[in-house]
């Protein structure tokens, strides 16, 4: 295999040229057209375009038809002011890549390039750089291609980077990797009416703060324990700046995790539940509505011995995590559907968090994670 290390200037360079031109969720037309003149240069058998949107999908077939595995990357950005003054910063107001997709796509770009010099003599590898992973609603599109269906990959892969954790740390863990995680809107309808005659509206401010605090009944912050659960109060409007009048509508929005997607199941009837109680009591109209919807990265044990195995093949720093993350990940719907697993690999211990204003993805870990990804695609394409 040829060193990572050996195309390291060349993926930098895409990645801070990536990193300037940030597109959010959604709009990565963009990005994926210079993805798509990157890939151009590596050969892959077939590159198939506007996958759920944006999307691409590189294939690299070997010589005979047998096991399929696909690693994915995403191309969205974050609707986030960057704070960084360093020569490569965001050209696009408000929009930043603040969560590392710019470095997860040279990763899979990298990942092109060994393939292209070292091609499967059976099998085939799929590379996947999915659109709008940031919104929930990626994985979803790209999952109702027929022209990706028809693919029917046997493992499927992806990895995040991890601020946090020692820089080139592969992290890994069986069962769930990361929390299901989805937000409700609730909408009250009540009557407007005159401030000095209450009486003769119906306000929702009781309702909301009923519904605040029996939703706050549903917090166990201990993410060890089976009940584990987040319900986060985001946002909350009711009436308008006009103090002669009393409110006649209300909407307020929360974000709620859980540990397992079955878990959420449960948790989510539940707070419908309430919601429609207190509504009812409150003489109000509700309206609900779930968005942002991310299923628990559930891993399989086989993929993840295969990540474990790689990692162990290039790098001794191995962590085994006992719980999972807190955050949520669009791939988890991938790995509710087919075979395979989601890892970590440290970008610093000292370093900004996801999603602050002045994060950027550390390019030591590029090569790190290409060879990685390169020897659980040799695991698996070797073995036919």
């Known amino acids: 295999m040829e060193n990572a290390n050996q195309h390291l200037d060349t993926l930098v360079a895409l990645r801070k040229e990536l990193h300037q031109n940030p597109e959010v969720s959604g709009k990565e037309v963009e ?71 710019d470095g997860h796509m040279a990763v899979l770009c990298g990942l092109a390039m060994q393939l292209h010099k070292n091609r499967p003599e059976t099998g085939t590898v799929i590379l996947l750089f999915q659109p709008a992973e940031e919104d929930g609603t990626g994985a979803q599109k790209v999952l109702e291609e027929e022209r990706f269906l028809a693919l029917e990959p046997d493992y499927v892969f992806a990895l995040h980077n991890l601020p946090g954790f020692p820089l080139h740390q592969i992290i890994v863990k069986e069962n769930t990797f990361s929390c299901a995680v989805q937000s409700i809107i609730i909408q009250l309808k009540g009557i407007t009416s005159h401030a000095g005659e209450p009486e003769k509206g119906i306000n929702p401010a009781l309702a909301v703060a009923a519904i605040i605090t029996e939703y ?95 990692a162990l093949k290039e790098y001794a720093d191995v962590l085994e995590k006992e719980q999972p993350f807190s955050w949520g990940e669009d791939f988890g719907l991938f790995t509710q559907k087919y075979t395979g697993a989601m890892f970590g690999i440290g970008s610093g211990e000292t370093v900004p968090a996801l999603h602050n204003p002045d994060y950027d993805f550390p390019d030591a870990i590029i090569p790190t994670a290409v060879n990685v990804f390169y020897q659980i695609a040799k695991q698996i394409t070797d073995a036919n």
Request: glycine share 6%; proline share 2%.
């Open 216 to 310: 706050h009944q549903f917090i166990q912050p201990d993410i060890t324990q089976k009940d584990y659960c987040l319900v986060t109060p985001i946002y909350i409007q009711m009436g308008k700046k006009s103090y002669g009048v009393s409110a006649g509508a209300g909407e307020v929005h929360f974000t709620v995790r859980t540990n397992s997607s079955e878990q959420m199941k449960k948790t989510s009837l539940l707070l419908e539940e309430i919601a429609f109680r207190i509504a009812k009591k409150h003489q109000l109209q509700l309206k609900t509505k779930w968005i942002e919807q991310f299923y628990a990265n559930e891993n399989n044990s086989e993929a993840v011995t295969l990540i474990r195995n790689a």
């Open 31 to 101: 990005t994926a057209k210079k993805i798509i003149d990157f890939l151009t240069q590596y050969s892959p058998d077939e590159i198939i375009c506007n996958v759920g949107g944006a999307g691409i999908l590189a294939i690299y077939n070997g010589k005979e038809t047998a096991k399929k595995v696909l690693f994915r990357a995403e191309l969205d950005a974050l609707p986030i002011e960057e704070v960084n003054e360093f020569d490569y910063k965001s050209k696009t107001k408000g929009v930043s890549h603040k969560c590392g997709h």
